[in-house]
C-alpha cells in the first residue's frame, strides 16, 4: 500500500466545506496512475487562500482504482465557479475516514516546515502540482502528527 498527498484549492474547489460535509468525494488524477491501488491512504492538502493556512486537513483512503470519470454532481456542488465543464477526467474515489474537527486540529504548513522530516516532501519542494507520493519516512512521521 503506498500513501499520498491530494492537493486541493479553495479558490477552486470548497475543500472545507466538502471535507465537513461529504463522506466521500472524487479527486483529479493527474500524475502516478498506475502506482494508485485500491484501499492506499490518502492525506488532504488545503492549499492557502484567503487568509486560511495551507495544511492537511483530512485522512481518506482510496475506493476502487483510478479511470475516466465526470466529477459526480454531487462533488460538482463543491465547485467555487458550477459553470466549469465538467469533463471526463482520471479520478479516484476517496472515502473519508477522518477530518479536522474541534478535537484533532489540521496539520499546517508551518508546522511541517518546522519537521526535520516533513520539510522534505514534494508538497512543500514543489507545491504546484496535485498528487504526491511519500516516501515510507514521511508517512511514519505524518501519522505521527496526525494520531497526536
Given at each position: 500500500?503506498?500513501?499520498w ?15 465537513k ?6 479527486w483529479?488524477v ?6 494508485m491501488?485500491?484501499?492506499?491512504t490518502?492525506y488532504?492538502?488545503r492549499?492557502a487562500h484567503d ?5 492537511v ?8 482504482t483510478?479511470i475516466?470519470?465526470?466529477?459526480p454532481?454531487e462533488?460538482v456542488a463543491?465547485w467555487?465557479?458550477?459553470e466549469?465543464?465538467?469533463?471526463r ?7 473519508i ?8 486540529e489540521?496539520?499546517?504548513?508551518e508546522?511541517?516546515l518546522?519537521?526535520e522530516?516533513l ?17 515510507d ?11 497526536q
Amino acid at each position: 500500500m503506498s500513501t499520498w498527498i491530494f492537493q486541493g484549492n479553495p479558490a477552486t474547489f470548497r475543500i472545507n466545506d466538502a471535507v465537513k460535509e461529504l463522506e466521500w468525494t472524487t479527486w483529479l488524477v493527474k500524475v502516478h496512475h498506475g502506482k494508485m491501488r485500491p484501499r492506499d491512504t490518502v492525506y488532504l492538502w488545503r492549499s492557502a487562500h484567503d487568509g486560511e493556512p495551507a495544511g492537511v486537513i483530512a485522512k481518506t483512503e482510496m475506493q476502487g482504482t483510478v479511470i475516466p470519470m465526470f466529477s459526480p454532481h454531487e462533488i460538482v456542488a463543491y465547485w467555487v465557479d458550477p459553470e466549469i465543464k465538467n469533463s471526463r477526467e482520471d479520478r479516484v474515489r476517496l472515502n473519508i475516514l477522518e477530518r479536522c474537527s474541534e478535537t484533532r486540529e489540521m496539520i499546517t504548513r508551518e508546522a511541517i516546515l518546522d519537521d526535520e522530516i516533513l520539510k522534505t516532501m514534494l508538497v512543500i519542494r514543489q507545491p504546484h502540482g496535485t498528487n504526491f507520493l511519500l516516501s515510507d519516512e514521511h508517512v511514519e512521521r505524518l501519522e505521527e502528527l496526525w494520531n497526536q
